[in-house]
């Protein structure tokens, strides 16, 4: 995974720089958070990470996501970074580092970042994946590099056991499941999210997922208890159409081989971004 500092780029327009597809929405707390200790101390004290990217030369953040929109709501026309050259893998990592090495993440941010951190771990260390680490282990070709959970365990200071529960749970997390339970005004705890990886039934996940999202029930398990009892009694509630359309296109995505996934993004892509770009947004 080579990535090396561009020495020449130091600083760059604020305008040049694109934010997309990240794994956790920008805080409004955090960026106002940054925006009072600019006025108080007069600068920023962090650069941010950046990429320039060899086929398109755009520019794409890596880490510091709020401190940039802070610098855009100030109206900077420029600012401080590291610029790298690297491939994705390398790109996703710093970002997922660096929101896991910052303050304020609930259990759900830290279980879609430690799920997604793991992809990328072991497809950088395919020989730590559990059948391939156990298979080299019979056949005397182990090496030193430690499994994902191990890893990581050691690098935060925690158990292998609570990295392993934690990221059952971010990997069961699908569709729009994540962006539905970070409008819930409760927390969503990795008690949840543990809970939440044991429905298999779509009708009963899309059901417990919008009762935790509304703040209707205290617990995923009360909003299974709930779904149970609403079925035990025939009164499952009826899907709206937006309901509807949703389960259609998750199944359909679920069934879809990797092909036609990529098919679907070549021709659709840019309507999907433009779509997440106004819900996040909106946040805002």
């Not at 417990?208 to 208890?225: F, T």
């Not at 036609?260 to 070549?266: D, Q």
Request: charged share 30%; aromatic share 4%; with cysteine.
């Amino acid at each position: 995974m080579a990535a090396t500092i561009i020495q020449s780029i130091t600083e760059l327009p604020v305008g040049d720089i694109e934010m997309n597809n990240r794994l956790r929405p920008v805080s409004r707390a955090g960026v106002e958070a940054i925006k009072a200790s600019i006025t108080e101390l007069g600068v920023m004290k962090d650069a941010i990470h950046v990429r320039k990217i060899k086929r398109s030369g755009k520019i794409e953040l890596l880490a510091g996501a709020h401190r940039l929109t802070a610098a855009r709501d100030l109206g900077w026309e420029s600012i401080t970074v590291v610029c790298w050259e690297c491939n994705d893998d390398f790109a996703r990592l710093m970002e997922i580092d660096d929101n896991l090495a910052g303050s304020g993440l609930t259990a759900l941010d830290t279980a879609v970042f430690l799920a997604e951190r793991k992809k990328v771990y072991e497809k950088l260390h395919p020989e730590t994946r559990g059948g391939v680490a156990g298979g080299r282990a019979r056949q005397g070709l182990a090496n030193d590099t430690m499994s994902f959970a191990a890893a990581t365990a050691e690098k935060f200071g925690t158990s292998v056991r609570q990295i392993e529960r934690i990221v059952r749970a971010g990997k069961s997390l699908t569709g729009g499941d994540a962006h539905r339970l970070r409008s819930s005004e409760r927390p969503i705890t990795l008690a949840d999210l543990t809970e939440l990886s044991k429905v298999g039934d779509v009708s009963e996940r899309y059901r417990v997922v919008n009762l935790l999202a509304e703040g209707k029930v205290k617990s995923a398990k009360d909003a299974r208890r709930t779904w149970a009892s609403e079925n035990n009694r025939g009164v499952t509630p009826p899907m709206n159409n937006t309901e509807k359309t949703w389960q259609r296109l998750q199944d359909a995505w679920r069934r879809a081989p990797k092909a036609g996934r990529v098919i679907f993004l070549e021709e659709h892509g840019d309507e999907v971004q433009a779509l997440l770009d106004e819900i996040r947004g909106g946040r805002g």
